[in-house]
């Protein structure tokens, strides 16, 4: 699981311990300097002009904020965006969804970016021990998860994982909710993300996964926040369990980072 998706204790302990120089462990990529071109972030040079504008109305190009877009966006219906880190080959974990291995790749520039522009999606634990509970939520005021997501707080004694969130949790097995924070969605799914979309925020709702839950909810889906990892994993767990629909998406933004991390923002296709 990305770091923002599912902070464990061990994944914060092990990001603290990266970002103080500690060198690799087993089992994590060695810790060679990257080739100078690898060291800067990367330029896009596509044919698609990145001309979009991020949420707040501002163009995420110049920076400038476009009163029009505010205004649209203040009328629209908040999205629901599927925020994910996956392989390059699209796969969201391993066979069995465990992602663990990609943890390394959270560096101190990628959890910069992450930190100033989506500190929300990181979990309570995670912000408190990286000393960030204060930040205001700047994306999202809600959050989507399966319960096999969940469960991987759960394990760990976390009955809310995303304090500074509504939480909302798709389980048809759970029953009772271990927390009150923390709102089980048992049935029509797609119904109670819909209403969700239809509340008066300013904020939009994260989608944290996994790929059922994802697959349950690909047709409500209006926004792709994705990271890719440099790295091939040949099988895995994919971003999406669900049926062949190929459905468009449009490039809104893209950021490279020194050690081979892409970050894509794609708008839903109307
Ligand atoms: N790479 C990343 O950024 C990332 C992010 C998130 C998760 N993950 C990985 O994804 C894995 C889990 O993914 P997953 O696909 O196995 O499971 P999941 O989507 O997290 O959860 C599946 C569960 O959600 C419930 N559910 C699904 N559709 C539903 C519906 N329509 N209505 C009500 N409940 C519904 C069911 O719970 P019940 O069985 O209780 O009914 C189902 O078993 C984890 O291992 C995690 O590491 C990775």
Redesign the pocket.
């Known amino acids: 699981?990305?770091v923002?998706?599912?902070l464990t204790p061990l994944m914060v302990t092990s990001l603290l311990l990266a970002m103080a120089g500690r060198g690799p462990s087993p089992g994590e990529r060695p810790g060679r300097d990257p080739p100078a071109r690898m060291r800067n972030p990367v330029t896009y040079l596509g044919p698609v002009p990145i001309t979009a504008c991020d949420h707040y109305g501002r163009s995420t190009t110049t920076g400038v904020v476009h009163s029009e877009c505010r205004l649209r966006e203040e009328t629209a219906l908040r999205k629901l965006t599927y925020?994910?880190?996956?392989s390059i080959d699209g796969f969201?974990?391993d066979p069995?969804?465990?992602?663990s291995y990609?943890y390394p790749f959270v560096d101190e520039e990628l959890l910069g970016h992450l930190t100033s522009e989506y500190p929300e999606t990181i979990p309570t634990h995670g912000r408190r021990q990286l000393g960030i509970d204060d930040l205001p939520n700047k994306r999202f005021d809600t959050i989507v998860?399966?319960?096999?997501?969940?469960?991987?707080a759960l394990k760990e004694g976390i009955t809310s994982p995303y304090a500074h969130l509504r939480e909302y949790?798709?389980?048809?097995?759970?029953g009772e909710s271990p927390d009150p924070n923390v709102e089980i969605?048992?049935?029509?799914?797609?119904g109670r993300v819909r209403a969700l979309k239809a509340e008066d925020s300013a904020y939009d709702i994260y989608l944290?996964?996994?790929?059922?839950?994802?697959?349950?909810?690909a047709d409500e889906i209006d926004e792709l926040v994705i990271?890719t990892y440099p790295v091939v994993q040949r099988s895995g767990?994919p971003m999406f369990?669900s049926a062949f629909s190929p459905t468009e998406f449009t490039l809104e933004s893209l950021r490279g980072f020194g050690n081979g991390v892409v970050v894509r923002t794609y708008g839903r296709k109307h």
């Open positions: 699981m990305a923002t998706a599912a925020f994910i880190a996956c969201i974990g069995e969804g465990d992602a990609m998860q399966g319960r096999a997501s969940y469960d991987l949790v798709a389980s048809r097995t759970l969605v048992a049935d029509d799914l797609a944290c996964g996994g790929a059922q839950i994802a697959g349950a909810l990271k767990m369990a």
